[in-house]
């Protein structure tokens, strides 16, 4: 790992501890990541899977996107939890299901945020103008910020 994941974490623990809700700490997680890998990613954000069992645009950085509302099966992050797996898509411009942000977009990580009862509650999506940009490294610490957030929800919906 880079140690990136560990150093969102600390500084999402610190917001925690002062009593940062939960869209708060989603928000500088978003922003942590974003400026991470400084010129990697062209867009990071989260969508909520919300009781009307569809995608919910939470917070980003980037430019805005007309898909603030993702239907499960649908793109990259639709795809993600109707498989109930991480997506790491090294050329969208190959996956025939993908929902185009932008033109220029030309990789994409979804990583999954699950309850403590394994309940996908969320992803944080990350997009990138280069091709394959997202290595095991990167979405290990991704990863590793998704299952901290997954736990905050415990307590969210039942």
Sequence with gaps: MSGVGDRVLTKLQAEKASGATLESLLETAVEELHGAWTGRF????????REDGRLH?????????DHTVIDVGQGVCGSAVAEERNRNVPDVRA??????????????????????????RAQIDIDSEQVDAFDDAIEADVQLVADWLGRRYRSRYS
Excluded at 42 to 49: A, K, N
Excluded at 96 to 120: F, K, P
């Design 95 to 120: 996956e025939a299901n993908y929902l185009a942000c932008s033109l220029t977009v030309r990789s994409e990580l979804v990583v999954l945020i699950r309850d403590a009862a394994g309940r996908i």
């Design 57 to 65: 645009l939470g917070p980003f950085r980037g430019p805005a996107t």
């Design 42 to 49: 062209s867009w990071t954000g989260v969508y909520e899977l």
